[in-house]
């Protein structure tokens, strides 16, 4: 996270991959966004759980995204 934070405030894209994360991470990442929410483009995220709380979320936080890509985890 640390590394994202660092370059947060140049970023329009931003794909994480590879690890599942939880609501609560998906919010941490989305608060480094919340000083420009209209910059960031685009974003793709694996996510154990898509909730209408996750994309109410996205909608308010990221108001100015124009693709999002969210890879659910299989719960199988």
Same mark, same amino acid.
């Given at each position: 996270?640390?590394?994202?934070?660092?370059?947060?405030?140049?970023? $329009?894209?931003?794909?994480?991959t590879y690890r599942y994360l939880t609501y609560l991470e998906v919010a941490d990442v989305i608060d480094l966004? &919340? &000083?420009?929410? &209209? @910059?960031?483009? &685009?974003?793709?995220? @694996?996510? $154990?759980?898509?909730?209408?709380?996750?994309? #109410?979320?996205?909608?308010?936080?990221?108001? #100015?995204?124009?693709?999002?890509?969210?890879?659910?985890?299989?719960?199988?």
């Open positions: 996270m640390s590394l994202i934070r660092r370059v947060a405030n140049s970023l $329009t894209c931003l794909r994480l966004f &919340h &000083h420009r929410p &209209h @910059d960031m483009q &685009h974003l793709s995220l @694996d996510v $154990t759980l898509a909730t209408p709380n996750l994309f #109410g979320l996205l909608a308010r936080k990221l108001p #100015g995204l124009l693709s999002l890509t969210l890879v659910i985890e299989d719960a199988n």
